[in-house]
């Protein structure tokens, strides 16, 4: 069930932002808090995701692995709000 997302131009201070958005107003919690590759994992109300995460700040790259997800959430739901999230987080930098 892995799908995989690479999304580019993830500054640090992009990388930054996106954690606190998801800590402080998502409830995900990051494991380890402040590395550059681990877990992020969250809650929903259909269950828990949990999603592997590699930021290479050389390349401004983050790769994103969706590694558990509840069977009745789609995947691509998950991936929109991520991009929603995302480029709200880029429009207050």
């Known amino acids: 069930m892995a799908a995989t997302r690479t999304f580019s131009s993830v500054s640090a201070e992009l990388m930054e932002r996106i954690r606190q ?15 550059a590759t681990g877990t992020a994992t969250g809650r929903t109300p259909l269950g828990e ?8 700040i050389a390349q401004a790259e983050l790769v994103m692995t969706l590694v558990k997800k509840p069977l009745m959430l789609p995947a691509g739901f998950l991936w929109t709000a991520f991009l929603a999230e995302l480029e709200r987080s880029r429009g207050v930098l």
């Open 21 to 35: 958005v998801a800590r402080d107003e998502h409830g995900i919690l990051f494991d380890p808090p402040d590395a």
């Open 49 to 56: 995701c949990i999603v592997h995460f590699a930021y290479d």
